[in-house]
């Protein structure tokens, strides 16, 4: 059987394509669509890797969540937010110079990326930039010009990124419903 592969703890980043060792950075802004009532487990298993360093995501992110008051703000606040890494550093802000200049170089519309440089996206690919990291998003790639898209920019820069699906097959992750399973027998 095969073992999960060693993640070195790291300030916090992105998912991993292929990277042997290196956190994970999550974009929780979408997350909300992975249910806390159907999926708890997978909610307690972001708390419990990212206190090894596998998972984690950045203040950046935590900002958008905070502003909405639901279940996942309410958990961002509590059980959660050990989770998010400062993207307060120099390194940091220097790969987001080169991820502005990038999307301001490419054919999308301005409100297109304006949208973009509002949310905590940019963040999350600089930081996972500068600390080799893989970016974790529900985003998919998109050559759409009304759209600036997470994967788009990570391939620009050669920054790994996967889906949250592809993150727990990497890591042999598994939910398992082990009481409930007899009724469905």
Known sequence: MRK?????????????????SGCQCFD?????????????????????RSATGLVCSISNVEGEIREQEDELS????????????????????????????WVMGQPYKESSRSQFFKKADPFIISYALAHQLTVVTLEKRN??????????????????????????RREL?????EDEMAMFD
């Open 4 to 20: 999960p592969s060693r993640i070195r703890v790291l300030n916090l980043p992105p998912p991993p394509n292929e990277i042997s």
């Open 28 to 48: 929780y802004g979408q997350a909300i669509r992975l249910p806390f009532r159907n999926l708890p487990g997978f909610w307690k298993w972001l708390i419990k």
């Open 74 to 101: 309410a958990w961002a606040q509590g059980e959660g937010s050990g989770i998010f890494k400062s993207s307060a550093d120099e390194l940091t802000y220097l790969k987001m110079v080169d991820v502005s200049n």
């Open 143 to 168: 050559n759409d010009p009304n759209q600036v898209k997470i994967p788009n920019v990570c391939d620009a820069f050669g920054v790994p990124w996967m889906s949250p699906w592809d993150m727990l």
């Open 173 to 177: 992750v598994s939910f398992v419903l």
